[in-house]
T-cell receptor, first 113, second 114 residues
Framework: AQTVTQSQPEMSVQEAETVTLSCTYDTSESDYYLFWYKQPPSRQMILVIRQEAYKQQNATENRFSVNFQKAAKSFSLKISDSQLGDAAMYFC??????????FGTGTSLTVIP | DTGVSQNPRHKITKRGQNVTFRCDPI?????LYWYRQTLGQGPEFLTYFQNEAQLEKSRLLSDRFSAERPKGSFSTLEIQRTEQGDSAMYLC????????????FGSGTRLTVV
């Protein structure tokens, strides 16, 4: 069974600084997708960034980038120039070839002004 | 594109009552997923549809739970004889089969069983 582990229940970062959220996963598949979702207090999940497992290049979306280490089954999210609006719960998710999503338990990010 | 819509936003019910939630996906999306999220946890998969066909159900989905997507558009999730342990946020997500992108989530229905 696929599992996703986020070992940091809470993280904090000073505004304008950089923070990295960790995620590891377990799978026997070679072709899959990984995602980071953000869930603000309004509770709607918003896609932040995605990574295809067959691509070696790390995905980047503006201030958000990932460090994807396939052999280590690690998928961390780096947020640069943190903003107050980045404060939210962040979930790492694995999507199997069968299109099922598996989520980690989340990391609550606080941005300190 | 109005996003994924879920109704109601909140539902409080007495233990033993039946409840039904509705999800309206993005119109061109043929896949629809239901997830349950409890406090401090990530969403847990319940079931999903491709068009009107229910393709997979989680073991979390006991026989008190039933989901339908009769015309391949909106979906309903019904919980019969609710229990306090059913209290959670129920999330719906939709997407296109074969898409490389993550799916779009609704805002969820928060169920409280008293």
């Amino acid at each position: 069974a696929q599992t996703v582990t986020q070992s940091q229940p809470e993280m904090s970062v000073q505004e304008a600084e950089t923070v990295t959220l960790s995620c590891t996963y377990d799978t026997s598949e070679s072709d899959y997708y990984l995602f980071w979702y953000k869930q603000p207090p309004s509770r709607q999940m918003i896609l932040v960034i995605r990574q295809e497992a067959y691509k070696q290049q790390n995905a980047t979306e503006n201030r958000f980038s990932v460090n994807f280490q396939k052999a280590a089954k690690s998928f961390s999210l780096k947020i640069s120039d943190s903003q107050l609006g980045d404060a939210a719960m962040y979930f790492c998710a694995y999507r199997s070839p069968g299109n099922q999503f598996y989520f980690g338990t989340g990391t609550s990010l606080t941005v300190i002004p | 594109d109005t996003g994924v819509s879920q109704n109601p936003r909140h539902k409080i019910t007495k233990r033993g009552q039946n409840v039904t939630f509705r999800c309206d996906p993005i119109s061109e999306h043929n896949r629809l997923y239901w997830y349950r999220q409890t406090l401090g946890q990530g969403p847990e998969f319940l079931t999903y549809f491709q068009n009107e066909a229910q393709l997979e159900k989680s073991r979390l989905l006991s026989d008190r739970f039933s989901a339908e997507r009769p015309k391949g558009s909106f979906s309903t999730l019904e919980i019969q004889r609710t229990e306090q342990g059913d209290s959670a946020m129920y999330l719906c997500a939709s997407g296109r089969a074969g898409s490389n992108y993550g799916y779009t989530f609704g805002s969820g229905t928060r169920l409280t069983v008293v």
